[in-house]
C-alpha cells in the first residue's frame, strides 16, 4: 500500500489544531503505487555519470545509414546542418580531445558555436537523442539506434574512429575523449541551490557584477554607443500596429507609405493565416525546406499542373510520404474543408506573405 | 480645468480623429478596415494640429451623438469566451523576425509596451517551446514521482486538484531574455527586448506536499529531475532547497483558469526566481536524486559563454532587473508636457526595493514610486512623474532589490561577462527620445 507522509501532516495538523492520530494515510485516496512498468516507460533520463544508461550497440556504418534517413535532412549529411538548424559537428580539433577544451570558443576562430564544441558529457547527447529525436517522431529509435547515430556524430567529429563499436561500456571511454569535457565551470552565482562548499554547485549565490546607487552627477558625458541603423526600421513590421490606439504614446510608422497601402488594401490572406494557425510551418518553411518541401518548392513543382488543388487537398488530408523524401507527413484532420481550401489556394499562388 | 491658450501642437493626432464619422460607425458595428486605412492616410498627417473636425459648437464626438448611446447593443454571452476589444488587436504575442526559423522551436513575445499593473494576460503570456505544444488531454495526464523516495508514485490531475492548493504571483523570464542585445542594439521595442517576461497568479499544491507524501530521502536527495510530456520531454536539474522551501508548485491555475495548452496545460512546475526552462511544462514526472542531471538544455544550451571560452553550467537565477515599458523603443510621445513614466522591476532573490529613473541617459536619476503590491519574485510596477519639454533625453531604470543587488550597466556586465553569453543579460535599458518625439533603442557609455 502506499505510505503517505510526514512533514507536510504536522505542517496541517499543527495548522488545523486536530488531534488526527498519527498517519502516513493523511490525503486518504490520493495517489497511488507506479508498477515497475510505467516506472521503465518513463524513467529514461541518463546522467552524466551514466546512471540510467540502457544496455545496447551501434557501430558507425549503421549510424550513418539512420542519419541519412532520419536525421540529414535537418541536420546536414555531415552534421553541418542547413541554413535552418544550428550545426552539431565543427569547431573541434584533435587537440582539443587532447585537452578537453574547445580551443575555438575562446578564440572565436569558429563562425558558430556547435554541440560538439560545447557538450561536456557524451551521456547528455545519448539522453537528448534517446528522449527528442528525430524532431517530428520523437522516442522512436530503439536504444541500438541511439547508440549507432551517436556513433556516426562521435566519428564525424574525429572523436571515435570508422571501425568504432558504441556501446554500454565503450561510452564511458568516450567521455575522455568529448572535446569540451573540460569546458564547463559551475563557479559562479546563478545556481539557486546549496554552494559547492556545502556540497551543492557555485558560489552560494555571490554577485559577479556589482552596480552601485549613485543619484546625482554619476558621470559627466553620454554617448551612444549602438542603436538601431535606419535600414532597419521596417525590421519588425509596422510598429504602428503593435502598439495601442489609445493612450500617451503610438507606435512609429516603420513602412513606407506604399508599404502601408499595400497591407491596408490586400485582404487577409487566409491561407497564410491556416498555414500558420494550423502548425504547417512548423515542418515547412515560406521558401525553404524545414522538415519537409518550403511552400515555395511545392508552387513551383505543381501550380502548371491540372488538378492540383485536388491533388494537394488529398496529400494534406490523408497525409503523404515518399514524395519530397521518406519523413511521413501525418494526415491534417484539423482542417475544415474551407480552410484547406484555402491554404492549397495560397500555396499554389507562391505562397505570397503580407 | 481648462485648457490653456498656447498648448503644444500634437505631433500626432489621435487616430479617431483620422476618421470620420461615418467610418467610426462602420469600425464601431465590426468592420475593421477603415483602420488600416485610416493610418496609412494619417502617414503624412503630422503636426496637423487637432486634426479632427472640431467646430466652434465643440468635439463632435460629444454633439453628435455616437451609435452606442443610440442602439440597442449586443446580447449577454454573444462571445461565450470574452476577447479584447476589436481595437486592442495590436497587442499580440509576435515573434521576432530572423531570431529563429522553425516556428516549433522558437518564441513568441509578450507585448510589454501596452500592458498595465503587474499580471499578464493568458492570452499573451510569452511562448517558448522545445518541440512544439499539444492541447493536451487531461483526462490521460499523469504526475509520476520516481527515484530517491520510499514508493515511486503516479498522480492523476483528478488525485492532484483534491490537495490543498495555493496560489501565488510570480514573474516568469527567459534565462535568453534580452539576450539578442548582449554585443549591440538589434531589435526596435520592448517586446522583442524584454517580452519573454510573463506574471500571474499560478495555483497548485507545493511539490514538497508531494516528495513528502512518496517518502523522498532529502538527505541523499539533494536534486530534483522535472520532465515534460512534450515531444522533447524537456528536462531541467532543480535544487532540493527551492523545493523546500515551499516555493515550488506544480501547478495547473493560470489567472483563475486552467493553464493555457502554450503554457503547459494541464500542469507545469512554478519555480519562482528561476529561469523559465525549468518551469517544466506538461509537467510529466519528477524524480528525486543525488546528483545534477547535465541534461541537453543545461550542457548545450542554457550555458553562459564567458570570454575565456569556458561555459557557466547550471546558471538557473534570474538576477534584479527593470525595464521602460512607456515611453518606450518604436513609440513616439503625442505631446510635450506631462508624462507618465512606467515600468517593471523584478528579482529572482527575492522583493523590489527601489527603482530609480534617468532621464538624461543616467548623469542623475530620481526615485520612481513603486505600485503595490510588491512581492517577491514577481514583476513590480513603477511610475515617475515627468514633463518633456520636446528636447532630447535618455530614458533608464535601475532596480535594487532586497539583497541591495543593484542592477548593473552593459559596461560593467560586459565587463565581467563578455558580450557573447547569450544568457542572463539583466543590464539597464535605454531609450532615446528625439526632438520628434520618437523612442528608439539605444546603448549608451
Given at each position: 500500500m502506499f505510505t503517505y507522509a510526514r512533514v507536510a501532516?504536522?505542517?496541517?495538523?499543527?495548522?488545523?489544531?486536530?488531534?488526527?492520530?498519527?498517519?502516513?494515510?493523511?490525503?486518504?485516496?490520493?495517489?497511488?503505487?507506479?508498477?515497475?512498468?510505467e516506472v521503465t516507460a518513463w524513467d529514461i533520463d541518463v546522467r552524466p555519470d551514466f546512471v540510467g544508461l540502457p544496455r545496447g550497440r551501434g557501430t558507425v556504418d549503421e549510424g550513418e545509414e539512420l542519419w541519412e534517413q532520419q536525421c540529414a535532412f535537418c541536420h546536414g549529411t555531415f552534421g553541418e546542418s542547413n541554413e535552418v538548424f544550428t550545426p552539431l559537428i565543427g569547431g573541434t580539433t584533435a587537440e582539443d580531445i587532447q585537452s578537453g577544451r574547445v580551443r575555438a570558443l575562446a578564440e572565436r576562430s569558429f563562425p558558430q558555436r556547435t554541440t560538439m564544441m560545447k557538450a561536456p558529457t557524451v551521456a547528455t547527447l545519448f539522453d537528448y537523442i534517446r528522449r527528442a529525436?528525430?524532431?517530428?517522431?520523437?522516442?522512436?529509435?530503439?536504444?541500438?539506434?541511439?547508440?549507432?547515430?551517436?556513433?556516426?556524430?562521435?566519428?564525424?567529429?574525429?572523436?571515435?574512429?570508422?571501425?568504432?563499436?558504441?556501446?554500454?561500456?565503450?561510452?564511458?571511454?568516450?567521455?575522455?575523449?568529448?572535446?569540451?569535457?573540460?569546458?564547463?565551470?559551475?563557479d559562479h552565482g546563478l545556481w539557486p541551490g546549496a554552494s559547492a562548499a556545502e556540497g551543492g554547485i557555485g558560489n552560494g549565490g555571490v554577485p559577479d557584477v556589482k552596480n552601485v546607487v549613485c543619484m546625482e552627477h554619476c558621470k559627466e558625458n553620454v554617448e551612444v554607443l549602438s542603436e538601431m541603423p535606419d535600414h532597419a526600421r521596417g525590421s519588425h513590421g509596422d510598429l504602428a500596429a503593435?502598439?495601442?490606439?489609445?493612450?500617451?504614446?503610438?507606435?512609429?510608422?516603420?513602412?513606407?507609405?506604399?508599404?502601408?497601402?499595400?497591407?491596408?488594401?490586400?485582404?487577409?490572406?487566409?491561407?497564410?493565416?491556416?498555414?500558420?494557425?494550423?502548425?504547417?510551418?512548423?515542418?515547412?518553411?515560406?521558401?525553404?525546406?524545414?522538415?519537409?518541401?518550403?511552400?515555395?518548392?511545392?508552387?513551383?513543382?505543381?501550380?502548371?499542373?491540372?488538378?492540383?488543388?485536388?491533388?494537394?487537398?488529398?496529400?494534406?488530408?490523408?497525409?503523404?510520404?515518399?514524395?519530397?523524401?521518406?519523413?511521413?507527413?501525418?494526415?491534417?484532420?484539423?482542417?475544415?474543408?474551407?480552410?484547406?481550401?484555402?491554404?492549397?489556394?495560397?500555396?499554389?499562388?507562391?505562397?505570397?506573405?503580407? | 480645468m481648462s485648457v490653456p491658450s498656447g498648448w503644444p501642437g500634437r505631433i500626432r493626432p489621435a487616430p479617431e480623429h483620422f476618421l470620420s464619422q461615418e467610418e467610426v460607425r462602420a469600425v464601431a458595428s465590426g468592420r475593421r478596415d477603415f483602420l488600416r486605412?485610416?493610418?496609412?492616410?494619417?502617414?503624412?498627417?503630422?503636426?496637423?494640429?487637432?486634426?479632427?473636425?472640431?467646430?466652434?459648437?465643440?468635439?463632435?464626438?460629444?454633439?453628435?451623438?455616437?451609435?452606442?448611446?443610440?442602439?440597442?447593443?449586443?446580447?449577454?454571452?454573444?462571445?461565450?469566451?470574452?476577447?479584447?476589444?476589436?481595437?486592442?488587436?495590436?497587442?499580440?504575442?509576435?515573434?521576432?523576425?530572423?531570431?529563429t526559423r522553425v516556428p516549433g522551436s522558437s518564441v513568441a513575445f509578450t507585448p510589454l509596451q501596452g500592458l498595465f499593473g503587474i499580471i499578464t494576460p493568458s492570452g499573451l503570456h510569452f511562448e517558448r517551446h522545445h518541440q512544439g505544444w499539444h492541447d493536451i488531454d487531461p483526462r490521460r495526464h499523469r504526475l509520476m514521482i520516481n527515484g530517491l523516495v520510499d514508493t515511486n508514485a503516479v498522480f492523476t490531475m483528478d488525485e492532484l486538484m483534491r490537495l490543498p492548493p495555493v496560489s501565488r504571483i510570480h514573474f516568469i523570464e527567459c534565462g535568453a531574455n534580452t539576450g539578442m542585445e548582449w554585443g549591440n542594439v538589434a531589435v526596435p521595442t520592448v517586446q522583442y527586448t524584454h517580452g519573454m517576461l510573463s506574471c500571474s497568479e499560478f495555483t497548485g499544491v507545493p511539490l514538497q506536499v508531494l516528495l513528502d507524501m512518496c517518502g523522498a530521502d532529502f538527505k541523499r536527495g539533494r536534486y530534483i529531475l522535472a520532465e515534460g510530456a512534450d515531444g522533447s520531454s524537456m528536462t531541467r536539474t532543480i535544487p532540493m532547497e527551492l523545493v523546500e522551501s515551499g516555493e515550488v508548485l506544480v501547478a495547473w491555475g493560470q489567472n483563475g483558469e486552467m493553464l493555457r495548452p502554450e503554457n503547459?496545460?494541464?500542469?507545469?512546475?512554478?519555480?519562482?526566481?528561476?529561469?523559465?526552462?525549468?518551469?517544466?511544462?506538461?509537467?510529466?514526472?519528477?524524480?528525486?536524486?543525488?546528483?545534477?542531471?547535465?541534461?541537453?538544455d543545461e550542457s548545450i544550451h542554457y550555458v553562459d559563454m564567458m570570454p575565456d571560452g569556458l561555459h557557466r553550467q547550471y546558471t538557473s537565477l534570474q538576477e534584479c532587473k527593470s525595464v521602460i515599458t512607456t515611453p518606450s523603443g518604436g513609440q513616439v510621445l503625442l505631446d510635450q508636457g506631462f508624462h507618465n513614466?512606467?515600468?517593471?522591476?523584478?528579482?529572482?532573490?527575492?522583493?523590489?526595493?527601489?527603482?530609480?529613473?534617468?532621464?538624461?541617459?543616467?548623469?542623475?536619476?530620481?526615485?520612481?514610486?513603486?505600485?503595490?503590491?510588491?512581492?517577491?519574485?514577481?514583476?513590480?510596477?513603477?511610475?515617475?512623474?515627468?514633463?518633456?519639454?520636446?528636447?532630447?533625453?535618455?530614458?533608464?531604470?535601475?532596480?535594487?532589490?532586497?539583497?541591495?543587488?543593484?542592477?548593473?550597466?552593459?559596461?560593467?556586465?560586459?565587463?565581467?561577462?563578455?558580450?557573447?553569453?547569450?544568457?542572463?543579460?539583466?543590464?539597464?535599458?535605454?531609450?532615446?527620445?528625439?526632438?520628434?518625439?520618437?523612442?528608439?533603442?539605444?546603448?549608451?557609455?
Open positions: 501532516l504536522l505542517a496541517l495538523l499543527l495548522l488545523s489544531g486536530s488531534a488526527v492520530a498519527s498517519s502516513f494515510d493523511y490525503y486518504v485516496g490520493i495517489g497511488r503505487e507506479a508498477t515497475p512498468d529525436m528525430p524532431w517530428t517522431s520523437p522516442k522512436s529509435l530503439s536504444d541500438d539506434e541511439v547508440y549507432a547515430v551517436l556513433a556516426y556524430m562521435l566519428n564525424l567529429a574525429g572523436i571515435v574512429p570508422m571501425d568504432y563499436v558504441l556501446d554500454e561500456e565503450t561510452i564511458r571511454e568516450v567521455q575522455q575523449r568529448m572535446p569540451n569535457r573540460n569546458g564547463m565551470t559551475t503593435q502598439n495601442r490606439l489609445i493612450g500617451p504614446v503610438r507606435g512609429q510608422q516603420t513602412l513606407d507609405p506604399a508599404q502601408r497601402e499595400a497591407a491596408a488594401e490586400n485582404p487577409v490572406i487566409e491561407g497564410e493565416q491556416t498555414a500558420r494557425a494550423g502548425g504547417c510551418m512548423i515542418c515547412h518553411g515560406l521558401e525553404e525546406r524545414i522538415v519537409g518541401p518550403g511552400f515555395a518548392e511545392i508552387a513551383v513543382r505543381y501550380s502548371e499542373k491540372e488538378d492540383a488543388a485536388d491533388y494537394l487537398v488529398g496529400r494534406i488530408r490523408q497525409g503523404s510520404t515518399g514524395v519530397w523524401g521518406s519523413t511521413p507527413m501525418p494526415p491534417q484532420t484539423q482542417l475544415k474543408d474551407e480552410e484547406l481550401a484555402q491554404l492549397v489556394h495560397w500555396i499554389l499562388s507562391g505562397a505570397p506573405t503580407q | 486605412s485610416a493610418f496609412a492616410l494619417a502617414a503624412g498627417a503630422t503636426l496637423a494640429g487637432r486634426a479632427g473636425a472640431e467646430t466652434a459648437q465643440g468635439d463632435p464626438a460629444i454633439l453628435e451623438l455616437p451609435e452606442w448611446s443610440t442602439t440597442l447593443g449586443r446580447p449577454v454571452a454573444a462571445t461565450p469566451y470574452g476577447l479584447p476589444s476589436q481595437f486592442e488587436k495590436a497587442l499580440a504575442r509576435r515573434q521576432s523576425p530572423g531570431l503547459g496545460y494541464p500542469l507545469r512546475l512554478v519555480v519562482p526566481g528561476v529561469q523559465g526552462v525549468s518551469w517544466v511544462k506538461w509537467l510529466r514526472r519528477i524524480e528525486v536524486g543525488d546528483q545534477p542531471w547535465g541534461t541537453k513614466i512606467s515600468g517593471l522591476a523584478w528579482s529572482g532573490r527575492g522583493r523590489i526595493e527601489r527603482v530609480d529613473v534617468s532621464v538624461d541617459g543616467g548623469k542623475n536619476w530620481m526615485p520612481a514610486r513603486l505600485e503595490e503590491p510588491v512581492l517577491p519574485k514577481a514583476l513590480t510596477r513603477f511610475n515617475c512623474d515627468w514633463v518633456w519639454e520636446g528636447r532630447p533625453a535618455i530614458l533608464q531604470s535601475r532596480a535594487v532589490d532586497e539583497t541591495g543587488y543593484v542592477q548593473p550597466g552593459y559596461g560593467q556586465l560586459r565587463e565581467v561577462r563578455g558580450s557573447a553569453s547569450i544568457y542572463h543579460n539583466n543590464a539597464i535599458q535605454s531609450w532615446k527620445i528625439s526632438e520628434a518625439g520618437e523612442v528608439s533603442n539605444v546603448h549608451i557609455r
